[in-house]
C-alpha cells in the first residue's frame, strides 16, 4: 500500500499574543515543532504498512526549515519525503496549499492513500484536506477514528460524526483526515534517527511541478486575503453583582439569552 | 497581484524588522531582508516598518461581481429535523442580504427531505432548492458536492455560508476547491459591504488572534460557522418562499463511498459531558429544593450536579458530584447555586468556560474565581429566572 501523509510545520506553543500597542505579535522563545494533530495521521500510515505492507512518503510545504519535521517522521518510520519549498508558494491560503500540495503529491509518484490530521493548530482551519482531496479528484472521508481493514481496491474505516458512527468502504485511492487518539502516536526512534540521518529529502520547487503557472500559487493564487489581524477581546474579567434579587434574576436572564443557553427551536 | 518588494537602502535595523512579522516570515540572507514563504500578505511590515516595505499592486483579472448576487445558505439535516445551525445561518443571511438588497437562498439536500423545505422559508429562505433522492441517504461527499456545484451553477449566489458542522466542513472546502475560490473556516463574524464582498473574521492560533479576512476577487465566497456563533431569527409563520425541485441524473450520483454500517452513539448523559451544569451546594435548604435546581438545569437543557455536602447526605447521586473525590467537568457554563467553593470542590469545575456564582456569603471563596459572581438569596433569584425563561418560551 502507497500511503502519502501530509504534515506541517507549526510555532511550538499557540500562546502567541499581540501587542496591543504596536499590533506586533510577540514571538519570544517561539520555536517549531511537527503539528501535533499529525502525528496521528503518521502513526496510522504506520499501523497500516505493518499490516498490509507498503511504502509511506511523508510531504509537506512551508520553509527550509520544515525539512526539520520531515526528519522527525522518518525517525517514526516514514521512507520518503518531500518539501515543497519555493517563494512563489509563499502567502498561500486553504485554495493555493491544497493545490501545491495535489501538485507535489502528483511529483511524488502514485498513492493508494493520503492520510491528513484533523487540522493545523496554527491555521486551524481543517479545511486543507477536503480540498486537496477535491484538487486530486479523489473521495474523501473526514473524522476517521478507526481503520479496520485494507485491500488492493479499498479501504474500510469508521467515521465518528456526533450522532453516529458510520463505517464506509472506500475506493482508492482515497483521502482520509484522522481524529486524534486513533492511534497513540510513537515516539522518535534513535535508532531509526541514526539509520536515515543521510536520507534525502526532495525539495520541491515551482520548476518541479506538473502546473508551473505561477499564477496558481502562493498569494496569486489565493483567493482570500487577511485584512488585518487583532488581539481578541478578553472576556474573562470578573463581574459582581450586588443588586436586589429581581434585578439579578433579570441580567442573569439576558445574558443567557444573548448567550444562547435558552434557544429553543419554534 | 499584490506584492511586497523590499527598500534595503532604508533598512536601519533589520531585527527590528525581522520582529515586524507576526508569522516570522522576514529573515536576512547575506546582509539583505528577504520574505519567505511564510508570508500571509497580512501587510503589518508595510505598516509599520518606515518605508522599508511596499506594496506594488498590479492590475488583476476580476470576477463580474454583478453576475453573482443574492446569499445562499447550504441546510443541514439530521436526524431528520433541520439542524438549528441552518437556522442561525439564514438569520445571518437575511440580515446581510437586507443591507444590500440580496435575496436569500437555501439549498436542501437529502432523502425524503422535501417536507422540511417549508422550515426554511419560516426561518427566511426566499427560493428554497430542494434535491431529494436515494443517493443522498447519507452524507457522501461525491453526490453531494455534485447538487451543491449544480445548486450553484444555476442560482450564482455572491456567498454561501455553510454550517460548521462535520458535513459542513467537508462539503465547503471540497465545493470551494471545485469553484476555485476563497474559503474562510470558523467565521465568529460576518458582515457584507457594499461591494458585495463578505467582512469575515476567524480566530487562529487556538483563539488568540483573529484575523479579517476578505474574498475580493473571486465569487462565491464561501464561508463556515460553528453552531451556537449566530442566533436563531423569529420564526415567521406564514412565509412566502418559492421551492425549487431538481433532480441529479444517475451519473452525478455516483460514488466512491459505501457506507457499510451506521450506530447512533449513546447519548451522553453524564455530568461530564454536559455543556450546561447547574451545581447545588449547602446554600440548599432541605431535598426538595433540588427540584427548583433541576428545573432551572432542564430548561438550560443541562445537567444537575452538586458538591461532595449533598452526597454524603444522601440527597444526590455520587454519580453528579463534582470535586477532587467526583468528577471534573468543563462544560461551556456552570451556574453554582449556594455553593461555597471549597478548594477540592474547585479543583473538579475551574476549567469551565464561564462560571456564574449565586451565594448569599459574599466572602464565599467561590467569588474568587467566579466569571459573574452574584451575591444574594439563591430562593429568590433562581425562581424568579424559571419564572422569565419560562415566559419568554410561550411569548414566541
Known amino acids: 500500500m502507497r500511503i502519502t501523509v501530509c504534515i506541517k510545520q507549526v510555532p511550538g506553543t499557540s500562546q502567541v499574543e499581540i501587542d496591543p500597542k504596536t499590533g506586533v505579535l510577540k514571538r519570544d522563545g517561539v520555536e517549531s515543532k511537527m503539528n501535533p494533530f499529525d502525528l496521528y495521521a503518521l502513526e496510522t500510515a504506520l499501523r497500516l504498512k505493518q499490516q498490509y505492507g507498503g511504502e509511506i512518503t511523508v510531504i509537506s510545504m512551508g520553509p527550509p526549515q520544515a525539512q526539520a519535521v520531515i526528519r522527525e517522521a522518518f525517525m517514526m518510520g516514514a521512507d520518503r519525503g518531500f518539501l515543497l519549498s519555493d517563494r512563489k508558494f509563499g502567502g498561500a491560503d486553504v485554495l493555493a496549499t491544497s493545490y501545491t500540495i495535489s501538485q507535489g503529491i502528483r511529483a511524488a509518484g502514485p498513492y493508494d492513500v493520503i492520510i491528513c490530521g484533523k487540522q493545523t493548530t496554527d491555521g486551524d482551519t481543517a479545511q486543507v484536506g477536503a480540498e486537496l482531496a477535491e484538487s486530486l479528484g479523489i473521495p474523501h472521508v473526514t473524522n476517521v477514528c478507526r481503520i479496520h481493514d485494507a485491500d488492493a481496491v479499498s479501504l474500510t474505516v469508521t467515521q465518528d460524526l456526533p450522532l453516529h458512527r458510520l463505517t464506509a468502504k472506500i475506493t482508492l485511492p482515497c483521502l482520509i483526515t484522522v481524529e486524534k487518539n486513533i492511534f497513540e502516536p510513537r515516539l522518535p526512534s534513535y535508532k531509526l534517527m541514526c539509520a536515515t540521518a543521510e536520507r534525502e529529502i526532495r525539495v520541491l520547487t515551482l520548476a518541479d511541478l506538473p502546473d508551473q503557472d505561477a499564477m496558481h500559487y502562493g498569494l496569486n493564487g489565493s483567493p482570500t486575503q487577511v485584512k488585518r489581524i487583532f488581539p481578541p477581546e478578553k472576556s474573562t474579567r470578573q463581574e459582581k453583582w450586588d443588586g436586589p434579587e429581581e434585578e439579578s434574576a433579570d441580567r442573569l436572564f439576558r445574558f443567557l439569552s444573548d448567550r444562547k443557553f435558552l434557544q429553543k427551536l419554534g | ?396
Open chain 2, 1 to 396: 497581484m499584490p506584492h511586497i518588494i523590499i527598500h534595503q537602502e532604508k533598512a536601519a535595523d533589520p531585527q527590528q524588522l525581522i520582529g515586524l512579522c507576526p508569522f516570522g516570515a522576514i529573515e536576512t540572507v547575506d546582509g539583505r531582508l528577504s520574505i519567505t514563504s511564510g508570508c500571509r500578505m497580512c501587510r503589518n511590515c508595510i505598516k509599520r516598518g518606515n518605508g522599508v516595505f511596499e506594496l506594488v499592486e498590479e492590475p488583476v483579472a476580476m470576477v463580474d461581481k454583478s453576475a453573482w448576487n443574492g446569499i445562499a445558505v447550504i441546510a443541514e439535516v439530521e436526524e431528520g429535523a433541520i439542524h438549528p445551525v441552518t437556522f442561525e445561518l439564514l438569520g445571518k443571511a437575511r440580515e446581510l442580504a437586507s443591507k444590500i438588497g440580496y435575496k436569500v437562498y437555501a439549498l436542501l439536500i437529502g432523502t425524503g427531505v422535501t417536507p422540511l423545505a417549508g422550515r426554511l422559508a419560516e426561518y427566511g429562505a426566499e427560493t428554497i432548492h430542494v434535491y431529494d433522492q436515494e443517493a443522498f441517504r447519507y452524507f457522501r461527499i461525491e453526490p453531494y458536492t455534485a447538487a451543491a456545484e449544480d445548486f450553484i451553477r444555476k442560482v450564482r449566489p455572491g456567498s454561501v455560508l455553510v454550517g460548521g458542522t462535520p458535513a459542513g466542513r467537508s462539503l465547503a472546502p471540497r465545493l470551494a476547491a471545485r469553484f476555485r475560490t476563497g474559503l474562510t473556516a470558523d467565521c465568529t463574524s460576518l458582515d457584507i459591504s457594499a461591494s458585495t464582498d463578505l467582512d469575515q473574521i476567524r480566530p487562529a492560533y487556538g483563539g488568540n488572534i483573529m484575523a479579517h479576512i476578505n474574498t475580493p476577487r473571486h465569487r462565491p465566497q464561501f464561508a463556515t460557522v460553528r453552531y451556537k456563533i449566530f442566533s436563531i431569527p423569529p420564526r415567521n409563520d406564514a412565509p412566502a418562499a418559492e421551492i425549487v425541485h431538481a433532480k441529479l441524473p444517475e451519473e452525478k450520483l455516483r460514488s466512491g463511498i459505501e457506507i457499510l454500517h451506521t450506530e447512533t452513539k449513546e447519548r451522553m448523559r453524564g455530568i461530564e459531558d454536559a455543556e450546561v451544569i447547574v451545581a447545588a451546594g449547602r446554600g440548599i435548604k432541605k431535598p426538595e429544593d433540588l427540584a427548583m435546581l433541576q428545573e432551572l438545569a432542564d430548561l438550560l437543557d443541562g445537567r444537575l450536579a452538586s458538591t461532595r455536602a449533598l452526597v454524603e447526605a444522601g440527597w444526590t447521586d455520587a454519580r453528579c458530584q463534582i470535586g477532587l473525590s467526583g468528577r471534573t467537568v468543563k462544560p461551556k457554563l456552570i451556574i453554582t447555586c449556594g455553593v461555597s467553593g471549597a478548594i477540592q470542590f474547585v479543583a473538579g469545575m475551574n476549567g469551565s468556560e464561564k462560571i456564574i456564582a449565586i451565594n448569599s456569603d459574599p466572602d464565599a471563596p467561590i467569588f474568587n474565581i467566579a466569571h459573574i459572581g452574584i451575591r444574594g438569596d439563591l430562593y429568590k433569584i433562581v425562581p424568579d429566572l424559571i419564572t422569565r425563561i419560562k415566559q419568554s418560551r410561550t411569548e414566541d
